[in-house]
Nanobody, 123 residues
Framework: QVQLVESGGGLVQAGDSLRLSCAAS????????MAWFRQGQRKERELVTT???????HYTEFVKGRHTISRDNDKNTVYLQMNSLKPEDTAVYYC?????????????????WGQGIQVTVSS
């Protein structure tokens, strides 16, 4: 299975931007759907965005127009560019790899997870 390591989180102010990176090793990164999930304090883990092996993207309503997911298969890395950050974006963000090229919303369909990285947005 692919191993995933996130980087790029931190503390920012509302309206600022951050770019998260997720470096993959092992597995078959280029043929797998990749996703970003997040989990706020006392909340369930929720899908933020996905990108298929072919580059098709999906965004949940609460980030659409603000965040952008991308992938570089040569570098085995997926990115999440987060703009116009809001305090409600505060969460631990997780990178995840699906079993195959097809993207779903369910955490059960993702077989590899990063350790998570904290993003805190102050008002």
């Amino acid at each position: 299975q692919v191993q995933l390591v996130e980087s790029g989180g931190g503390l920012v102010q509302a309206g600022d931007s951050l770019r998260l990176s997720c470096a993959a090793s092992g597995g078959t990164f280029s043929s797998q759907c990749m996703a970003w999930f997040r989990q706020g304090q006392r909340k369930e883990r929720e899908l933020v965005t996905t990108i298929s092996s072919g580059g098709n993207t999906h965004y949940t309503e609460f980030v659409k127009g603000r965040h952008t997911i991308s992938r570089d298969n040569d570098k085995n890395t997926v990115y999440l560019q987060m703009n116009s950050l809001k305090p409600e974006d505060t969460a631990v963000y997780y990178c995840a790899a699906a079993r195959g090229s097809f993207c779903t919303r369910s955490t059960a369909d993702y077989v590899s997870w990063g350790q998570g990285i904290q993003v805190t947005v102050s008002s």
